[in-house]
């Protein structure tokens, strides 16, 4: 049987981002470090994010197809 966690610490929205609970620093793939700043943060999957890493929205508009 699979566990229930009411506040996962990390959640993959279908389609979206991921969403990270609480505080953490992000290395992108430049090596960049980003520190997280909200108590909720999305970070992008679509890779066209204007605002990488974090998801801007984009991937709402974009075809299922380039959807993560
Ligand atoms: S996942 Fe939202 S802009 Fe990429």
Known sequence: MKEHFDHPDVV????????????????????????????VSAVCRCGKSADQPWCDGTHKVLPDKLKP
């Open 12 to 39: 993959v929205c279908p389609g979206g981002p991921l969403l990270l609970r609480g505080e953490h620093v992000i290395e992108d793939a430049e090596g960049r470090q980003h520190r997280t700043s909200r108590p």
